[in-house]
Structure formats: structure tokens, C-alpha cells
């Protein structure tokens, strides 16, 4: 029904920059908060960034100030700039939206297959 699509990850060096994408497609009547997710070994998957339909953003402590969510509505895409990237950065990072599907009342989360950022010294 749905489908997110990121971009490919990358190995970066320490005070480095990357930039992920996501695109979703499918039955979409409206996407509402879209944002980004990660998960490193042995760790639970924790909120990156968030930004809501109307452009409203939400930050990891970890991330402020180095990283930038953004989205672009026509193109359903989500964006994660990311700067001044550091070792703990390293995880597989996913692309979450609440889509409410063409026709269906209810709004459900998808996920993106995740990819792998790794940030070396």
C-alpha cells in the first residue's frame, strides 16, 4: 500500500556530512509526521528528528545542532541533513511516516528497510 524508500547510507569520516533521503509512495492520501530513526548494535531503535505536516521539527538532544530534518510535501520526501557527524552516530537509520492511506479512515506508521551510516574516526 505504502512503500519508503531511503537513500543510500555511507561510511563518513568524523566531522563529516551526509544526506539522506526518503521518498514514499502508494495509496497516500496524507502523510502527517514524517521523521528519522536509528538503531545501533545492542541498542533500541531511538527518534532522530521529526517534522509534522506543517513543518513543525523535533530533535534528539544528541542531534541538535548538527542535524537537519526537512520534507518536501509534493514530492513526499523527507530529508536528514546531517553535519558534523561523530563515531556515536553510527547506526542504521530509518525513515518513518504516519500515512493516512486513499479511502481509509485510520492513520498508520511505515518504515523505510533502513540504512547503514557509519561514522569512523
Known amino acids: 500500500q505504502v512503500q519508503l524508500v531511503e537513500s543510500e547510507g555511507g561510511l563518513v569520516q568524523a566531522g563529516g556530512s551526509l544526506r539522506l533521503s526518503c521518498a514514499a509512495s502508494?495509496?497516500?492520501?496524507?502523510?502527517?509526521?514524517m521523521g528519522w530513526f536509528r538503531q545501533a548494535p545492542g541498542k533500541q531503535r531511538e527518534l532522530v528528528a521529526q517534522?509534522?505536516?506543517?513543518?513543525?521539527?523535533n530533535y534528539a538532544d544528541s542531534v541538535k545542532g548538527r542535524f537537519t530534518i526537512s520534507r518536501d510535501n509534493a514530492k513526499k520526501m523527507v530529508f536528514l541533513q546531517m553535519d558534523s557527524l561523530k563515531p556515536v552516530d553510527t547506526a542504521v537509520y530509518y525513515c518513518?511516516?504516519?500515512?493516512?492511506?486513499?479511502?481509509?479512515?485510520?492513520?498508520?506508521?511505515?518504515w523505510g528497510q533502513g540504512t547503514q551510516v557509519t561514522v569512523s574516526l
Open positions: 518513518n511516516a504516519k500515512v493516512k492511506i486513499s479511502g481509509w479512515v485510520v492513520v498508520l506508521d511505515y
Open positions: 517534522i509534522t505536516i506543517d513543518g513543525s521539527t
Open positions: 502508494g495509496s497516500i492520501h496524507t502523510i502527517y509526521d
